[in-house]
């Protein structure tokens, strides 16, 4: 070991500790041109709640003085102080902190550039006036002593259950029931919220469980926890699906959760007056209304089924069906069956038939990027989900502040590198795939599968199988055609050619979940809130200009007391957090002033 192997962990301590002491005194001295003399020309400010009762980046000096100039007085930050050691990282110092506000505990990740701030991610980790009963704070369960009045925990657990939503009203009302609406309702019922969570479907879980039967999880475990239970050790690292449903029950008996499953929203509309919502609801065939403060649209991040409509189509005689309605294989031993679209669920139900003895074709209609699950597992995901990741001491929960401390601005150039080596590894592989007249993509910019999921929400497959079988034949492939009509029998493509069909699936992916909103609540609505996910990026369907966060998730919204959470597992367990925090501060009425709402561009 080198002399300055030795000393660079100390240096980049005290330098992280000096910045953070300088930074401190200026805030507390309200000295904002001081603070700004502390981060370099091109700095980026990720704030989750603490500054801002927003999730909002800043982007440069200018973005900052802003912000700060606006929230400074109401948040009054103090103890900025390093957590454990700083590292080196090239020409970068990183370094973990704590913080505390007039309101709140904070927590947050540092990058210096020659001595200044490059990144600054600040997240709002609890209400220092709200603990959540939790570690020193948790209940205690037995009662001692003697008292006549005493309740069981069963005794109580059922009054609540009887109660809410009849004589007592919920604070919130979350709209769907699968992974997103529990983990939120999660983190809502150890706040203290009295929360409601409505699902059409009878059991917790059966939103997994009803889906094609060769789904399972593509990301791997570490990846997917949800809020306080983790995974057991002994978990599969990619779950199938009628397990994950199973966890699902067990995790919200186990929470509390009051989960009203055979459960119908009808429709919801905002009381001005009352500064309330109007949630009409069927539970198990009973009209009731419901009246929280807060409404959550939990529909998933798929939002409402893309069927396209194509001319003939009425005319078929075989069977059609979106992807999220396909049964599984099945019924279709030796049928003709036609899979429009060639993401996830276009691969995944296509192997699944080919494996039941179907004649399969895939229809690719534009460019996909396709990456290997082992590639991405140890190229792209493994710094921070992996067996090797925990055991260096990075938990899920401090992972997901490692991912969320990277500016969505930068996020290309750090995702870039990591793809270039999935590339190469498996070149092979991607040239058999295009030798079958597969269209290949990484990307508008090459920075692969992340990025392409957070502008917009499609456009790539996991590979766990499907992608050798296109690429030797086992399913057909015709790439860039499309459907020119359905006849009785078959499809006539834009080249002339025809297909035989039996089975048409349209894996052809959802539209923006505001169409939920518009179902539920109103056209109007929909419109005033605008397009939720994507960025503004100005790349393929993730219109500009730039916003800088996703649109509508997770943060307040231009519908008051109107929220949408979703996302993949590792979303919806990081950010319920926020969003968690944000009611439970309405609630008890701290004041909590928004800064930077955002506009709407685009309204679908």
């Not at 519908?559 to 979703?566: I, K, M, V, Y």
Request: proline share 5%; with cysteine; aromatic share 10%.
């Amino acid at each position: 070991m080198t002399h300055t192997d030795v000393q660079t962990p100390q240096n980049a301590t005290s330098t992280a500790n000096a910045w953070l002491h300088a930074f401190d005194e200026a805030l507390q001295a309200k000295d904002i041109e001081r603070v700004l003399t502390l981060f370099n020309d091109e700095c980026y400010w990720r704030d989750f709640l603490a500054f801002t009762w927003n999730l909002k980046t800043c982007e440069g000096k200018d973005e900052i003085q802003a912000m700060l100039s606006a929230t400074l007085a109401n948040t009054r930050p103090t103890q900025w102080l390093l957590e454990g050691e700083a590292s080196e990282n090239g020409d970068t110092v990183e370094a973990w902190f704590t913080f505390k506000t007039a309101l709140a505990s904070g927590k947050g990740y540092l990058r210096l550039k020659e001595g200044k701030c490059w990144t600054l991610l600040t997240t709002m980790q609890a209400l220092d006036d709200f603990p959540e009963p939790r570690n020193h704070h948790r209940p205690k369960g037995a009662e001692h002593g003697a008292n006549k009045q005493r309740k069981t925990w069963l005794e109580a657990r059922e009054r609540e259950e009887a109660e809410l939503g009849y004589t007592q009203q919920p604070y919130c009302v979350i709209i769907g029931g699968g992974q997103g609406g529990i983990g939120l309702g999660a983190r809502l019922k150890q706040m203290g919220v009295p929360t409601i969570i409505v699902e059409r479907n009878e059991r917790a879980g059966d939103s997994w469980r009803k889906r094609y039967k060769s789904l399972c999880l593509h990301d791997p475990v570490w990846y997917d926890h949800l809020p306080y239970i983790p995974f057991p050790d002994n978990w599969p690292v990619f779950a199938p699906k009628d397990k994950v449903g199973d966890w699902l029950e067990m995790y919200t008996k186990v929470m509390e959760l009051n989960y009203w499953g055979s459960t119908e929203c009808q429709n919801a509309r905002f009381d001005e007056a009352a500064g309330e919502w109007v949630v009409n609801v069927k539970r198990n065939g009973e009209a009731i209304t419901l009246r929280p403060k807060q409404l959550v649209m939990a529909t998933g991040m798929s939002g409402m089924p893309n069927v396209p409509e194509f001319p003939g189509a009425e005319s078929f005689e075989g069977e059609q069906q979106h992807s999220s309605q396909h049964p599984g294989p099945d019924a279709y031993a030796g049928k003709k069956c036609v899979i429009v679209g060639s993401n996830n669920s276009a691969h995944d139900i296509a192997a699944a038939l080919w494996e039941h003895g179907s004649d399969v074709t895939m229809l690719q209609r534009s460019s996909t990027h396709i990456v290997k699950s082992d590639s991405l597992m140890e190229e792209v995901l493994g710094p921070l989900y992996s067996e090797e990741a925990v055991a260096s001491g990075l938990t899920h929960d401090k992972a997901d502040l490692l991912f969320a401390s990277i500016p969505y601005r930068l996020l290309p150039d750090f995702q870039r590198p990591a793809f270039d080596a999935v590339k190469q590894r498996d070149a092979a592989f991607y040239q058999k795939l295009e030798d079958a007249g597969f269209m290949l993509d990484f990307g508008d910019d090459e920075s692969g599968l992340f990025l392409k999921y957070l502008r917009r929400g499609s456009g790539y497959y996991i590979d766990v199988g499907a992608s050798e079988l296109v690429a030797n034949g086992d399913i057909k492939l015709r790439s860039g055609v499309g459907i020119e009509r359905i006849n009785p029998r078959s499809i006539t493509l834009t080249d002339g050619s025809e297909l035989e069909a039996d089975l048409i699936v349209y894996a052809t992916g959802y539209g923006s979940m505001n169409g939920w909103a518009a179902r539920l609540i109103s056209q109007e609505v929909a419109d005033k809130v605008g397009k939720c996910w994507g960025m503004g990026s100005d790349t393929t369907k993730d219109p500009g200009p730039w916003e800088g966060e996703l649109r509508n998730m997770w943060k307040p919204t231009q519908q008051e007391a109107l929220w949408f959470h979703g996302g993949n597992l590792h979303q919806s367990r990081h950010y319920s957090h926020y969003l968690a925090l944000q009611l439970k501060a309405r609630m008890e009425g701290l004041e909590t002033p928004v800064y930077g709402l955002q506009s709407v561009h685009h309204l679908a």
